[in-house]
Each structure stands twice: as structure tokens, then as C-alpha cells.
């Protein structure tokens, strides 16, 4: 005869393994948010910078293109931080 009683000890040990990897899921995706936002500010500095100083210099449109490839790099930074 077989014991088909549900064991208790188990199912906390399932329980305590699916909270163990939400934390680590919810960890990594803060972790990573937080990598995003920064890389995204930093370009974003350096964008301001770099336009401001091709504005300065007289050379903002020969530099025109090289900072709309940096804007749309930050867009689609914050696109894949909106995404986490």
C-alpha cells in the first residue's frame, strides 16, 4: 500500500525554490535596469557635450550624423530599459 498523502516538507522546499529564483530574476532585472539607465545618462552627457562643442567649433554639420547615431543608440537603450 502506497502513500498518496501530498508531503508538506516538499512543498515548502518547492515553495522556498520558486521564491529563491524570483529574487534572483527580480535581482537581475534591476541589476540590469540600473547598468541601462546609466549607460543611457552617460550617452546622454556626452551627446550634450559633443553638440555643444560642434556648435561652438562651426562643425555641427559635418558631425550631424555621428550624433544622431548616438541619440538613437540612447533611444534604443531606454527602449530596452522600458522593455525591463
Do not use: C, K, N
Not at 508531503?7 to 529564483?21: D, H, I, N, P, Y
Not at 535581482?27 to 556648435?55: D, E, F, N, R, T
Amino acid at each position: 500500500m502506497t502513500d498518496t498523502r501530498p508531503r508538506l516538507g516538499a512543498q515548502a522546499w518547492r515553495e522556498s525554490v520558486t521564491r529563491g529564483f524570483i529574487t534572483t530574476e527580480d535581482a537581475v532585472y534591476v541589476g540590469l535596469g540600473m547598468v541601462l539607465a546609466g549607460i543611457a545618462l552617460v550617452l546622454l552627457v556626452a551627446v550634450a557635450v559633443a553638440s555643444v562643442q560642434a556648435l561652438l567649433g562651426g562643425t555641427l554639420p559635418g558631425h550631424a550624423v555621428a550624433l544622431l547615431d548616438r541619440i538613437l543608440l540612447i533611444l534604443m537603450i531606454v527602449e530596452l530599459l522600458y522593455t525591463v
